[in-house]
């Protein structure tokens, strides 16, 4: 007998609470089988299979007969409960087809809105005088300014090809480790981790990598590619899903026919070689947020539209991304494509129309 190592144990008077943080259930324990549950822990091998609390503590999953071996983590407890806590959330019903998509995602957005949203309250709390700013006046020829500002997230894409010289340049602004910046480096700098990107990286450890999902590129058979970024290439490490991109992605299926994705996935053990405080979690989302923001930025200039999302089952991407032993992570999702340029697809404004989808 073993006690599950996916626990935690909340104090809560009179009684406690035993959470299994990765299959997303929690039992309320009173004194009794708290008790109970410290003698077993002390020693599982008291385990009696004629005593009613141990037999609904190994029913409950908290007692386990199997062994459950934890996944490497180089970072205390406290981070591996959140990680593993937020992984693969479940939930009652996936959207399977846009039309249900869109009349749940309205049900909840009218449920959200039916409780006031909390104020955005900087000009209440701070009221000293205020220093105005020349109003912005960037050049209309500035291509970032452009692509800053015609940025935005759309749910409506034709569908339609990208060619290849787009895909070879938004991988490389993106991800590539920049050729022009070889010699822009001085003798601080430890070996081998000289090379940079067009974002920022903690460390300079360029943790986070990325996995192309392609649907529709000319040139570019369909599947998945995970991107060097040392030699600008891609290689095909899986086939295309079996199932539609919607069901992948939390049942938005307004992006189905998106012709690109990335997956950005941070490489763990990377930081917890140099950063073994579980703050450096939080890092592995800030260098995911700078590179998506550089994706949208760079697929703009290119006169494409973008789309992004956390929302996802995180085993079936680890299968699909071929990630097999924990050490690397899939944190978030970024495509783009031809848009009409709609924030909402046609499926959405149908329905609050009041038209029947
Ligand atoms: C961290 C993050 C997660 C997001 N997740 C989703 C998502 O799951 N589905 C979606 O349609 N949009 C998603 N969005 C897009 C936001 O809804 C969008 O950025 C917001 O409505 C503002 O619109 P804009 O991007 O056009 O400025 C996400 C944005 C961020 C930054």
């Not at 943080?21 to 385990?47: F, G």
């Not at 929302?311 to 944190?331: S, V």
């Amino acid at each position: 007998m073993q006690i599950n190592p996916y626990l935690f144990i909340l104090p809560r008077t009179p009684g406690q609470i035993v959470w299994n943080y990765k299959d997303h259930t929690q039992h309320e324990l009173d004194l009794d089988y708290s008790s109970r549950l410290a003698q077993l822990i002390h020693n599982p091998e008291l385990y009696d299979n004629d005593n009613i609390i141990d037999t609904q503590l190994l029913n409950a999953g908290i007692l386990t007969t199997s062994t459950i071996n934890s996944p490497a983590w180089g970072w205390d407890e406290l981070s591996k409960i959140y990680h593993i806590g937020t992984r693969n959330i479940p939930c009652e019903h996936i959207p399977k087809n846009i039309h249900e998509w869109a009349r749940q995602y309205l049900e909840h957005c009218n449920e959200v809105l039916a409780s006031s949203a909390p104020a955005h309250d900087m000009a209440d709390r701070i009221t000293g005088g205020r220093i105005a700013l020349p109003s912005p006046s960037a050049p209309k020829d500035d291509s970032l300014s452009n692509a800053l500002i015609r940025r935005k997230t759309c749910r409506s894409f034709t569908g339609s090809p990208i060619r290849l010289r787009d895909v070879g340049s938004l991988l490389y602004l993106t991800l590539g480790y920049l050729r022009e910046r070889e010699d822009d480096c001085d003798d601080s700098i430890a070996e081998g981790l000289d090379v940079r990107r067009s974002s920022p990286s903690g460390g300079g450890l360029n943790a986070c990598e990325g996995y192309l999902l392609i649907q529709n590129v000319e040139d570019l058979a369909p599947g998945v590619y995970a991107y060097h970024p040392a030699e600008h290439a891609l290689s095909l490490i899986n086939r295309s899903p079996d199932t539609a991109l919607g069901n992948l992605l939390g049942g938005q299926h307004f992006i189905n026919n998106l012709p690109l994705g990335l997956f950005i996935t941070a490489r763990f053990d990377r930081l917890w070689w140099k950063y073994p405080h579980s703050r450096a979690y939080r890092m592995a989302f800030v260098e995911a947020g700078h590179l998506s923001q550089t994706f949208q930025l760079a697929a703009t200039a290119l006169g494409m539209n973008t789309w992004l999302t956390g929302a996802f089952t995180d085993d079936q991407i680890d299968t699909l991304l071929q990630l097999e032993n924990g050490n690397e992570q899939p944190l978030f999702f970024v495509g783009c494509g031809e848009s009409d340029g709609q924030a909402m697809c046609q499926e959405m404004r149908d329905l609050l129309r009041g038209t029947p989808a």
